[in-house]
Nanobody, 126 residues
C-alpha cells in the first residue's frame, strides 16, 4: 500500500505562486508515475499535470491546456516527493488539489490511478 500526503496549499491573490508537494510512503518500490488533479465545487476531477517517472525529473510530462506555461511538475526521487510549482495563479485555479500515483505510465485519467492523497485546498482571490 502506498500512502500519499500533499502539502503546500493555501490562499493567494491572483498572480501569486504556490508550490504543492506530494510525498509517498509505505510500500513504494521501483518507479511510478505521479499525477496532479484538482476538483472545484460542482465540477469533475480534472487532470492538471503528470510526470511519467518519479525517478527522473526529466521524465515525460503532461499539462492540461489551461495551466501550460504557468505550472511545472517535477520530482525528487531521493525524497519520494513530487512537486507542482504553480505561478501566475488565477481565480479559476481555485480547487482541492490531489496527487495520485500509479505503477504504469502517466495518465490524465483519474480512474487509472490506484493511490491518492487526501487533497490540499488552493484558493486564489481576484
Amino acid at each position: 500500500e502506498v500512502q500519499l500526503v500533499e502539502s503546500g496549499g493555501g490562499s493567494v491573490q491572483a498572480g501569486g505562486s504556490l508550490t504543492l508537494s506530494c510525498t509517498a510512503s509505505g510500500r513504494t518500490y521501483g518507479d511510478y508515475a505521479i499525477g496532479w488533479f484538482r476538483q472545484a465545487p460542482g465540477k469533475e476531477r480534472e487532470g492538471v499535470a503528470c510526470i511519467s517517472t518519479v525517478t527522473d525529473s526529466d521524465g515525460d510530462t503532461y499539462y492540461t491546456d489551461s495551466v501550460k506555461g504557468r505550472f511545472t511538475i517535477s520530482s525528487d526521487y531521493t525524497r519520494n516527493t513530487a512537486y507542482l510549482q504553480m505561478n501566475s495563479l488565477k481565480p479559476e485555479d481555485t480547487a482541492v488539489y490531489y496527487c495520485a500515483a500509479r505503477y504504469s505510465d502517466y495518465s490524465a485519467r483519474a480512474w487509472q490511478y490506484a493511490y491518492w492523497g487526501q487533497g490540499t485546498q488552493v484558493t486564489v482571490s481576484s
